[in-house]
């Protein structure tokens, strides 16, 4: 699984409420985060913060989740997933001098589907009730990976692009995942459709691995030559004549 630091707000004492600045997730989708609150004060005060995200960084902020509401020193940690390009933490302080102390940091996970597309690719939302966004997020984690096992043969990791295929199969593969956790009858007509489901995401992946199908939009981790190649410039001084 690849992931990458971020800090959506540094550790410092405040009191009024604010917005942190945008965060740039590149492709990756989840955010795992942690709320670190180590000192509040003040006549009933709480602090509330939401992770906001936004496909260019500048316009049409949309909420994700939120964090509990906490009104102590505390420390609480929660998956975000279904980001776009960027985030960030917006905190509301409440209560008569109130004054918290806190941070919010963590890591961007880098995942080939979102909840989102296990609805609208793969299974309706109906058959998903019950699942949370973050239980669906933490399936295509564990299919991400999977797939990583047959994309290295030809690929070099982390993708930084990658096309619909990829996209529905990992969706595929979440959403067989998470009915066999609910409980499924493989013998039954209709369940039988799960199971082609999986098995053709496999069957994919086995194909691109052994080169005989290639995935569309994909761009890997591979130097550019212009990353590569060194330019070597040779000067000299003009002849002097002897």
């Not at 070099?156 to 996209?167: I, K, N, Q, T």
Request: hydrophobic share 40%.
């Amino acid at each position: 699984m690849f992931t990458a630091a971020i800090a959506l707000l540094a550790s410092a004492a405040r009191t009024t409420s604010d917005v942190g600045s945008a965060v740039d997730l590149g492709v990756k989708t989840t955010a795992e985060l942690t709320l670190e609150v180590t000192a509040a004060s003040g006549t009933t005060p709480t602090l509330a913060v939401t992770i906001e995200t936004s496909a260019d960084g500048v316009t049409s902020w949309v909420t994700v989740a939120a964090f509990t509401t906490v009104s102590t020193a505390t420390v609480k940690s929660q998956m975000f997933p279904g980001c776009r390009r960027y985030v960030r933490a917006k905190y509301t302080i409440a209560g008569a001098t109130a004054s918290f102390t806190f941070a919010v940091s963590g890591n961007a996970i880098l995942v080939y589907a979102t909840p989102g597309d296990v609805k609208s690719l793969s299974l309706p939302p109906e058959a998903l009730s019950g699942f949370t966004d973050v239980q669906i997020d933490e399936a295509l984690q564990k299919e991400t990976a999977f797939a990583d096992g047959y994309l290295k043969t030809q690929f070099s990791l982390p993708l930084a692009v990658w096309g619909d295929d990829l996209r529905a199969n990992t969706a595929d593969r979440a959403g067989f995942r998470l009915m066999r956790r609910r409980g499924f009858n493989p013998n039954d007509d209709s369940d039988q459709i799960l199971v082609k489901m999986q098995d053709d995401a496999v069957a994919w992946l086995k194909g691109v691995a052994g080169g005989h199908i290639h995935p569309s939009e994909i761009s890997d981790s591979t130097p550019s030559v212009s990353d590569t190649q060194a330019v070597i410039e040779i000067f000299s001084d003009y002849p002097r004549g002897y």
